[in-house]
T-cell receptor
Framework: GAVVSQHPSRVICKSGTSVKIECRSL??????MFWYRQFPKQSLMLMAT?????????EQGVEKDKFLINHASLTLSTLTVTSAHPEDSSFYIC??????????????FGPGTRLTVL | DQQVKQNSPSLSVQEGRISILNCDYT??????FLWYKKYPAEGPTFLIS?????DKNEDGRFTVFLNKSAKHLSLHIVPSQPGDSAVYFC?????????????FGKGTRLSVIA
């Protein structure tokens, strides 16, 4: 398999502060990374697609000015939740795409980051 | 409109028996399908995948079957073990996953009873 790490695994912050979450592919290069959000007992909701060296593509309804995504290298993408509010509290998960042969790319997921905004 | 559907939110199976998790899709452009397993407060773990040129892929206790005409796939786990208890997500993508994101179903919670 492939390893994707996320840091931090858990963060508690005050309302109005900004929080940065890092996603790293440890043993492969990922030109594309994805950021998901999961609410309790719900499926994964894609927030944005992060492409190395270019601007992220955000899904409808996701505020790009609130959720800043930077994909500075082939192994690192960051998600910054700016001016966080309690409703931003959630489980954020990143994934990195590893190219496979014959068009069989697979996404590998990080362990997730639990954000709690007080 | 949900493009990937997992109509059973939960499933209970006796240890040692077969677990069958089902998934239906509506987008005929999907050509690559994956199953992920997820424990609470963890990221999904890739289990097994299948491309549309195949109708079956097997990896140990896990087998995925694809019926393109019915737009249906299923994951079989044999024999089921208590450690298999988790939420299983079916996912699909176009172009073999190329530049398109995965589309996930809502998941099925599997409980394997000892």
């Amino acid at each position: 398999g492939a390893v994707v790490s996320q840091h931090p695994s858990r963060v508690i912050c005050k309302s109005g502060t900004s929080v940065k979450i890092e996603c790293r592919s440890l043993d492969f290069q990922a030109t594309t990374m994805f950021w998901y959000r999961q609410f309790p007992k719900q499926s994964l909701m894609l927030m944005a697609t992060s492409n190395e060296g270019s601007k992220a593509t955000y899904e409808q309804g996701v505020e790009k000015d609130k959720f800043l995504i930077n994909h500075a290298s082939l192994t690192l993408s960051t998600l910054t939740v700016t001016s966080a509010h309690p409703e931003d509290s959630s489980f954020y998960i990143c994934s990195a795409r590893k190219a496979g042969g014959m068009g069989t790319d697979t996404q590998y997921f990080g362990p997730g980051t639990r954000l709690t905004v007080l | 409109d949900q493009q990937v559907k997992q109509n059973s939110p939960s499933l209970s199976v006796q240890e040692g028996r077969i677990s069958i998790l089902n998934c239906d899709y509506t987008n005929s452009m999907f050509d690559y399908f994956l199953w992920y397993k997820k424990y609470p407060a963890e990221g999904p773990t890739f289990l097994i995948s299948i491309s549309s040129i195949k109708d079956k892929n097997e990896d140990g206790r896990f087998t995925v079957f694809l019926n393109k005409s019915a737009k249906h796939l299923s994951l079989h786990i044999v024999p089921s073990q208590p450690g298999d208890s988790a939420v299983y997500f079916c996912a699909a993508s176009e172009e073999g996953g190329g530049n398109t994101p995965l589309v996930f179903g809502k998941g099925t919670r599997l409980s394997v009873i000892a």
